[in-house]
């Protein structure tokens, strides 16, 4: 069957308006949060919304501080004191104060670190015990920049993953383990 030109345009108008509704449909397990002044869609239907939204509160308060902020009082509550951080290549660190140690040396950088969560890549898995919730692992990408002292403007200087595994301790959620990997340089 051969189409007119008219019809050509009527059916390429339908494929466009369906497509664009269905992207722009949400489906019933799917979450709409902010997070920066910026919304992020989920489909969490593995995790209940309430732990996702706390660890990755919690996961962006202590790289906020931490890291942006270099204020390492953030690492003393959230961490637990057998703490245990892997780095792809940096090794590995086996106490909570050495853990701190490693990370106050941002203080001493020749510029100034940021460490940006990628939007979207956040994802959380609860773990259980006879079905009584005990940690939870959050896995997600980020990316590092730096801003020299001058008028340079800043630049990426790398970017990774990130699997960490939160522990209830007391009612508390902490960091157990850290895994940092698949660090690349930016292309």
């Known amino acids: 069957m051969i189409r007119t030109n ?7 108008l339908f494929l466009i308006l369906t ?5 722009n449909e949400k489906t019933e397990n799917e979450t709409t949060e902010q997070v920066h002044a910026r919304t992020e869609i989920h489909n ?10 706390l660890l990755k509160s919690r996961d962006s308060l202590m790289f906020e501080r931490s890291y942006n902020q270099v204020d390492m009082s953030v690492l003393e509550e959230m961490a637990t ?25 941002l203080a001493d950088l020749s510029y100034k670190a940021r460490r940006e969560l990628v939007e979207g890549s ?11 919730l005990y940690a939870a692992i959050l896995s ?5 920049y730096a801003k020299e002292p001058n008028e340079k403007p ?10 960490t595994l939160w522990v209830l301790v007391d009612d508390e959620w902490k960091m157990s383990r850290i895994y940092s990997f698949d660090h690349r340089s930016p292309e």
Do not use: W
């Not at 969490?44 to 939204?53: A, E, I, M, R």
């Open 154 to 163: 800043e630049y990426l200087t790398s970017s990774a993953k990130y699997t």
């Open 44 to 53: 969490d239907d593995h995790v209940d919304l309430s732990l996702f939204k």
């Open 19 to 23: 497509i664009t509704a269905c992207k």
């Open 122 to 132: 956040t994802k959380v898995f609860p773990m259980y015990n006879n079905g009584e």
């Open 81 to 105: 004191d057998d703490l245990e951080f892997y780095h792809d290549q940096a090794g590995a660190t086996y106490t909570k104060a050495d853990f701190i140690k490693g990370a106050s040396g």
């Open 6 to 12: 008219y019809q050509n345009y009527f059916f390429s």
């Open 140 to 144: 997600a990408e980020h990316r590092f």
